[in-house]
């Protein structure tokens, strides 16, 4: 490409990564994911910590990390401890620095609900010396997140039950109430440290129950208000293109 307005690239620049939204042909374009750590006290508590309200930590996976509802997604490689966690979903439609808790909602588009799939082993590892969880959380098709729904028509959640089952069998179970910080001090709290922008993405944290899965594993969820979710985990393969 050439021209004043024009840029070259010494190959094209891959697609944005996106989300399907509720009820609409159009796309959410993501530009950073977020996710909150240990944000339930009984999961804390399951993963050994302490839950009390403590400054509130984050991790990142990248972009194109996302995957819509019913994704096919093969077993990942380097891990023997493959774990499922739900989440409330945040998504952010304006841009915002230093934002006051009273006013985090006026960045918020949308909600959903979304998997945070993790490589426990690779995270644990890297926990207990010391290192970044990257290898434990950020690889491909780690972060499945059903149709966002717009806050326009499901206004601002406060309360609502969050659930995960694998093969029809609960295994997390609880209310959006529990999380240790909510969304609007989530949202102020990142704002702090960085410009949230159009298009960034939160995971708010997942509840106790979080456990392993096996390829053949059907696995669903969902937050009340959100509708639901379904993956399932496959056989050892490569990403498909």
Known sequence: MTGSDMTD????PPAPASLAIAGSDARFPVRRIFCVGRNYA?????MGKDPDREPPFFFTKPADAVADS???IPYPPETRDFHYEIELIIAIGADGADVPVEKARDLIWGYGVGIDLTRRDLQLQARDKGRPWDWGKAFDLSAPIAPLHPVAQTGHLESGRIWLAVNGNIRQDADITELIWNVPEIVSTLSRSMVLRRGDIIMTGTPAGVGAIVPGDRVTGGVEGLGEIAITITEPGARPA
Not at 9 to 12: A, E, G, I, L
């Open 42 to 46: 009984a999961h804390a508590r399951e």
């Open 9 to 12: 690239f010494v190959f094209p």
């Open 70 to 72: 019913g994704t096919a």
